[in-house]
């Protein structure tokens, strides 16, 4: 068996009982840990007499997309339809991605490869905002935005995602361990700081960018802080508020259930899809995030 | 030592030392620079925001007069008047944030180290599976938690119970102050495995493979010990990112109450966290001075949280 390494095989064979069985525990909690997403699938696709079983089921019978469908006509019949939602979050998503890479990588390269008074200042200072949650400090940010008089903007959206600590954090640990010497090399080829930043730097941190990408994805994505205490204008909210529109009080509505169904997987598979595409280069880039 | 013509090199030696520190910093313009974008946004952003917080956590404030300095009279009322605070916030937030913050972190490290073993063919299925759940985010949370929660017989839990017999009639689960706490610590732990669980894979890898050989030479017998001895000492670094990360996921889960049960405060303030109580004086009451004095004191507990985790996994030189 190829994929068996030596020491693999060596481990196999010292496997006992014991630890077969913990394999298979193993394997039923990783179904378990997926029960619930693959509820999430087939509930979008249930028609509404399927949706209020009795008892219940997991796996859809007569699948249909009518839930879909209502959910775009009941959107398209209200007064902001459901593409605009989606158009303010692709937008929002798609600038702040840009934005935070850019200048994590920025920030990373400079911390990790030059030198320069306050350096252990700034990167103190971003330790210490690592475990910085924006919950806790709502209002000033709120008094931030509202001064800054970008409220019912996309920028209300998007400036305060663009101070990652995390993305910073993990762009200097990855940049760290491109060797110095590639960069003098370049230097004394006559390569400026722009030039090995793009040429070098860029391509050599692909995972990186990847990782960053995200969990940007992901916070952004789902964010509704900036929905609810940035916005006032119902035309500039997202996808995510919208949906959690619908879901909250689910108890109460029955024609709702197979909208918050529909619009609950339109939330999660962009995130998957991210995901399954970079999963390797997460993992390679989580190598280097340790904190020394 | 380099001098430029802007800052001449007389005078005595301070000024010369303060000339050569603004030589640096000006030879460095470049670095500061391409760092301005990032260190511009994250004052804006985090630094003044953290300062705003603090100062404003000494006054009263309802954000529409400007506010009135009273100096430390939120914290006593903090620690003497909220009744609420005391009663429920507190001993619920240190119950969540010790089984959520301690149990997530552990059980991240056991899944982490279980996938690990596991033939490199099937560790890009198990890594999905546990890590799908916390990708899932809030909103699509709800919908299937509240499902399964539900307190009419057609929840999935109610049903099943119901079916074995294991109770008469139908509980509500997440109305019930008995039971809505249970319920917010399972929703978290299932969804921990975040980044601090790929960080922890991510150090797996790291662990030098003949330090295990060596060890087993060395006359370690059960696989526990390997870990303990070998394993942890190895990717400790990793162990401390993801132990910041699992603080701030913990700071941040009071979210899961509102979403669970659809209302700002939760039934007899059961599933009451911090931050619950601090969204309860920012947004419904209007004390923004009150609340901000609660987010300070949020603010200092994390950090000493940190500093602990710092001195637990903190490298010792040479290694």
Redesign the interface.
Known sequence: MPWLSQNMISRLKRISISQSLLVICFTGLAIFMLLPIIFLFNNAFKPLNELFLFPPTIFVKEPTASNFEKLFLHANAAVIPFTRYLFNSIVIVGLSLIFVIIVSTLAGYVISKHRFPFKTFVMAMIMISLMFAPETVAIPRYLIVSNLGIMNTYFAHILPFIASPVAVFLMKQFIDQIPDSLLEAAKLDGAGDFYIFIRIIIPLTAPAVATVSIITFQVVYLDMEGSTLYTTNETMKTLAFYVSSLTANLQNSVAGQSLAAAAALLMFIPNLIMFLLFQRKMIQTMLHSGVK | MLRNKTFPAKGPRFVLRFNS?LQ??WN?R???L??A???I??S???????F??VL?SFTTFNGFEFPTFIGFDNFINLLTQDFVFMKYTLPNTFKFALITGLGGYFLSFVFAW?IH?????LK??????????S??????????????F??D????LN?ILL?YGLIESPQLWLQDPKYLMIVMIIVTL?TS?G?GF??M???L??VN?ELYEAGRIDGIKSALQEVYYITIPS????M??SA??T??GT??A??ISTQLT?LAITPSYSGHLM?NH??DY?FIRYE?GY??AL?VA??IF??LV?RFC?RL?A?KEGE
């Open positions: 520190f640096d910093c460095a470049l670095s500061y391409l760092l974008p990032f260190l946004a994250f804006c952003f985090i630094l003044i925001p953290v705003m917080s404003l279980l073993q596991l033939p490199r063919s890009d299925y198990f890594t999905l599976a546990f890590y799908a759940p990708m899932a985010g809030g909103v699509a949370l709800s919908v299937i938690w509240i499902a399964t539900s307190g017989q057609v929840g999935y049903n079916k299932w495995m980044v790929l960080a894979l991510g150090g890898q790291t493979t990717m400790k670094p990793q401390l990112f910041v990360m603080i701030v700071l941040k009071g979210a659809g931050t601090i969204d920012a923004w609340a901000s987010s949020l603010l994390s950090y940190m710092y996994f490298t």
